[in-house]
């Protein structure tokens, strides 16, 4: 069935002749003839406007009055998400396509990124946009997807139990990436192994394979039924063993113009072991990781290395994932899209090494959402600030000050473990405009990190 009949099957009503949908749309805005306007919430209020762009429209709202003239084009229905959540689950089943799916705590950005670039270089496809990634952004993604394409990637997010089942039910993934089990979701599920339930209620809806971070303390022992499993595994903490479905990854060395790292893995193909070195312009250890999980996708398609050799030179990444952004004499490295302990921690740890010929200035903004532990795990950042090559450090937020204080107390006890901290200059902020002040005095060549959760909006101290 192509979308049309997909859509009219769910209505007891004749058949409209010669309807035809073009696109489906949650944003009035948006809308073109055809297309199908979805009203969620605050969206009943636009219906007549949809309709009179000459779009259909489903509504779950009786207080909305619809134009007789329009009758026809107007479908009502109990629930809006529902319906919209129905439809795309019902066009799924009629997609012969492949569906990707990617979950954890972080990098799946990242990774969908990633995977979407490698792909693309020989099928045609979509990836989730934006934010779309929850029990509307998800289905609205699905059902962009024409029967023309090879294959989809859909991100999916959650903050608690029961939200990845029910994008799973959804989306019948072929392929599921799960990055990561960090401190992502712990304002509602409390500890990381409730976040390790949570991530893995993809697992039964997966139809083919499971690709994870092998060495995830929580992902490393996962067992399915009926799936293959696929791990991304450091030679630094694993042997190489023949045969497997695995991919090992090691020998990473990398400054500001990129990251080269080797790749070994047993081709199916050509049933031997293939041996490669890659070099790309994303930087990082942690990032190598998001690359060899989007690689062994990549080969589930058949993909030959010649082609994924060259397209990993050149990863076109989403906005604000340690983006570098020259600016004069000031480097900026936007990694302020979002924040957990974990992404914090190796965006220090990559900084550390790179522009060491320049002032180095990291701005720390709170990472936000992790529940009652919140101020205890922002203080814990000390252990890798203390290890981390920098000159000053200037800290944003009500929750960033806990980890002032605890730098403080190390500092004025005497107790600091490196001595080059006492030499480092610290400051906290309360206005961003402060600090975009402060690095604005400064005259020498210099690299300013940034990072922190999206609700600190970090980006706002680059100077345009």
């Known amino acids: 069935m192509n979308k049309s009949e997909v859509f009219q099957n769910f209505f007891n009503r004749e058949k409209i002749s010669d309807f035809k949908i073009n696109n489906v749309s949650i944003n009035s805005k948006e809308l073109n003839k055809n297309d199908i306007f979805v009203a969620i919430r605050g969206g009943n209020s ?27 084009r107007a479908f009502f229905v109990k629930d809006s998400i529902e319906f919209l959540q129905k439809f795309a689950r019902e066009w799924r089943k009629n997609l012969d396509i492949k569906v990707i799916g990617i979950t954890g705590s972080n990098g799946k950005t990242t990774v969908k990124d990633m995977i979407y670039h490698l792909l693309s270089q020989k099928y045609k496809g979509k990836k989730t946009e934006g934010n779309y990634n929850n029990h509307i952004g998800l289905p609205f993604t699905l059902l962009r997807a024409e029967k023309d394409d090879d294959f989809i990637i859909l991100e999916m997010g959650m903050s608690d139990f029961g939200e990845i089942d029910l994008l799973g039910q959804i989306a ?17 599920l409390k500890t990381k192994e409730n976040v390790f339930l949570a991530k893995t209620e993809i697992i039964p809806h997966i139809k083919s394979t499971l690709v994870i971070n092998g060495d995830d303390k929580y992902l490393k022992n996962v067992k399915a039924e009926n799936i293959e499993i696929v791990r991304a595994l450091n030679l630094r903490n694993n042997e190489y063993e023949d045969k497997t479905s695995d991919f090992y990854y090691g020998d990473i060395h990398f400054d500001e113009s990129g990251t080269n790292f080797f790749l070994k893995y047993f081709g199916k193909m050509c049933q031997s072991t293939v041996e490669r070195n890659y070099k790309t312009n994303v930087l990082g250890e942690h990032n190598v990781l998001n690359l060899v999980m989007a690689i062994a996708v990549a080969k589930q398609f058949g993909m030959e290395d010649k082609i994924i050799s060259e397209a990993v030179k050149n990863i076109e990444l989403t906005g604000m994932r340690f983006q570098i952004i020259e600016n004069g004499n000031t480097t900026y490295i936007n990694d302020a899209y979002n924040a957990s302990p974990m992404s914090m921690k190796k965006s220090l740890e990559t900084f550390s090494l790179i522009f060491n010929d320049k002032l180095k200035i990291m701005v720390l903004g709170d990472m936000l959402e992790l529940g009652e532990r919140e101020l205890e795990i922002h203080r814990d950042l000390f252990d890798t600030i203390k290890n981390t090559n920098f000159d000053k450090l ?16 190390n500092m004025d006890n005497g107790n600091l473990e490196n001595e080059s901290l006492k030499n ?12 975009k002040d402060r690095i604005r005095e400064i005259s020498e060549s210099k690299a300013v990190l940034l990072k922190a959760s999206r609700g600190m909006k970090l980006e706002e101290i680059i100077e345009k």
Do not use: C
């Open 424 to 435: 480092k200059e610290f400051e906290y902020f309360d206005e961003k405009n402060k600090i």
């Open 46 to 72: 636009f219906v007549n406007e949809a309709l009179e762009k000459g779009a259909f429209a489903v509504y779950d709202s009786e207080a909305v009055k619809i134009d007789e003239k329009y009758a026809e």
């Open 172 to 188: 019948l993934p072929d392929i599921n990436v799960i990055t990561n089990i960090g401190e992502s979701h712990l304002e509602f």
């Open 394 to 409: 200037y800290l944003f937020g009500e929750r960033m000050k806990s980890l002032l204080e605890k730098i403080k107390e």
